[in-house]
Structure formats: C-alpha cells, structure tokens
C-alpha cells in the first residue's frame, strides 16, 4: 500500500534524498516569494521539518546528504544569457554548525556525494541555450578547488555507488571508477 508520510502547501517538492533516518526533499515556492526550503520527515513520518539553507530568493535544484552533511545546490538562472546561475553547493552539517558553500560550479543539474565528502555534480556550463562547456565535476567538502572528471554533452542524473560515479549524458549511462586512471566508459545507450 501507499501512504502519505508528511503534506505541505508548498508547491513543487523536487529532487529527493535520504539518509539511513530522514528523507529529504526540495519545497520550492511560487511567486511572489520565489523562495524555496529542504523538508525533511523520518522515515516513519514523524518529525518533519523545514529549514533554509541559504535564505535568498532562488531554488534548490538538487540534493545530496551523507553521514554528516546535507548537500544543496543553490539556482538563479539569468535568463538574458551568460551568467552561471548556480551561486554554489550549500554544505549543511546535520548537527547545526556553520554552513559553508562550494563555488566552483556553473549550472548544476544534479548532485551525489560519497563516504568520503567527495561532492560530484554534473554540469550544464553556462547558458544560454546550446550550453557552453558541460562537464561533470567532482570538489572535496573540505577544498576550494574543484576537478573536472569528464567532458560532457548533456549531462544530468548522477550517483555513486560501490566505488563508481555514474551519470547520464544524453542517450547514454556512464561510468567512471572514482580514483582511477581510466576515462569513464559508456555503461548502457538508449534512444
């Protein structure tokens, strides 16, 4: 059977997420307001929460969480062309402390993490349309610098798992083993 674990007047929950305990999962609010919020609930529907990782007015586009962090990128598209409208990648520790802020991407289309903090995303470069540039992108929680695992087409979905990133690139699933010296491979092509 399905059921209904929290209900909310917020307007497009995207981009969802758990943990071992909560799931996670973006409420971003139509205008006037613009602004948007993470909700969490534990997996047996209690406790849930709202919280705003940065209070500005743009969305949250993609989430990731590990044992330690919650992992929020942050979008404010110009729609006149050129700018990069993701601000960064919100790094949110679970217990409270201070949030920091990754700055190294251009138009984030989603993000994972691994056991290690290691933050991935893959990346729209910057707009207009025709995208200039996207890649799928790999930053430690801790550094300032970002490093580019792959040129891409037109990437979008992405995960880790077993000790390989994966993400999607158009018609194609790629693989890529995290640490190692080869290029990424295509996994599987569809139409």
Not at 94 to 103: D, E, M, P, Q, Y
Not at 107 to 116: H, N, P
Not at 129 to 142: D, E, K
């Amino acid at each position: 059977p399905v059921s209904t674990l929290v209900s909310g007047a917020g307007t497009l929950g995207v981009n969802l997420t758990m943990s071992p305990t909560h799931i996670y999962w973006i409420e971003n609010m139509s205008p006037p307001n613009g602004t948007s919020s993470v909700q969490s609930v534990l997996l047996d529907g209690t406790g849930a929460s709202s919280f705003d990782p940065q209070p500005i007015p743009v969305e949250e586009t993609a989430l990731a969480v590990d044992s330690a962090n919650l992992y929020a990128a942050r979008y404010n598209v110009d729609e006149q062309g050129g700018q990069c409208p993701s601000p960064g990648i919100d790094v949110v520790p679970l217990n409270g402390g201070a949030i920091t802020t990754l700055h190294n991407a251009c138009w984030i289309a989603r993000v994972a993490v691994d056991s290690s903090q290691n933050v991935y995303w893959t990346d729209l470069g910057r707009p207009p349309a025709g995208f200039n540039h996207p890649s799928v992108m790999m930053q430690s929680a801790t550094s300032s610098t970002a490093t580019k695992i792959a040129s891409a087409t037109s990437p979008y979905g992405i995960t880790v798992f077993g000790g390989n990133l994966y993400w999607s690139d158009g018609p194609n699933v790629m693989v890529y083993a995290i640490g190692g010296s080869t290029a990424p491979s295509i996994l599987s092509t569809s139409t």
